[in-house]
């Protein structure tokens, strides 16, 4: 008996160091295809779940991450809440992968992360929102840099994101950073349909 043949297949999502990250989708969704490095091939995709009537009023609190194949790699739950935003990633059995909170901070975006082994990271975000940073103490896992997406997906107001990993991070935290990724959207979206 082949012992291969149970066990899983890698994602093809976590083996990219770089990844392009394209919203596809904006009204009362938040649907990306992650891409690789050249920004052709879909490698994974982001999809909003949920009922659509709690869409409408709060945005999107609910998305599922998958490879390209549609195998299940993670959940991304914006819990209702009042104070600073609270997020919950977790694998596709429910297991918790990390819990992500928004922090005070005056000029910039940061978000505390902390994995379900207890491992911290935080999410630094400059002041016009553009380039993030995953800093596991003094070290940098990732970094992430909003670009132009296109004239026609501009004014749609899709986002485009590059995720570019050190190449020593390993699956599972990779998983966690592009969970990571998301939130910040999330983060982003409310706060622009706050100030409208």
């Known amino acids: 008996m082949d012992s291969t043949a149970d066990s899983p297949r890698p994602s093809t999502l976590l083996s990219h160091d ?16 992650i891409l690789d490095a050249a920004g052709e091939r879909a490698v994974g995709h982001v999809t ?3 009922s659509g009537v709690a869409r409408f009023f709060s945005g999107a609190r609910s998305l599922d991450v998958a490879d390209a194949d549609g ?7 914006d819990p209702p ?3 600073f935003d609270r997020f919950e ?16 901070s005056v000029f910039s975006t940061k978000v505390g992360m902390t994995l379900a082994d207890g491992t911290e990271l935080e999410l630094h ?11 596991y ?19 749609l107001g899709h986002s485009r994101y590059v995720l570019r990993f050190d190449p020593t991070v390993p699956p599972s935290l990779r998983m966690a950073i592009v969970g990571g990724c998301i939130v910040l959207d999330l983060i ?9």
């Open 188 to 196: 982003r979206a409310k706060r622009s349909r706050s100030s409208n």
């Open 48 to 50: 909003t779940t949920g």
């Open 125 to 135: 975000g400059d002041m016009l929102g553009l380039d993030y940073e995953f800093r």
């Open 89 to 104: 990633l977790s694998a596709p059995d429910g297991t918790p992968v990390a819990e992500l909170r928004s922090r005070f």
């Open 137 to 155: 103490g003094e070290a940098v896992a990732a970094r992430a840099a909003r670009e132009w997406a296109g004239l026609s997906r501009g004014f």
């Open 18 to 33: 770089t990844l392009v990250m394209q919203q596809v989708t904006g009204f009362m969704s938040n649907d990306f295809d």
């Open 71 to 77: 195998t299940p790699l993670l959940h991304v739950e």
């Open 81 to 83: 809440g009042i104070g």
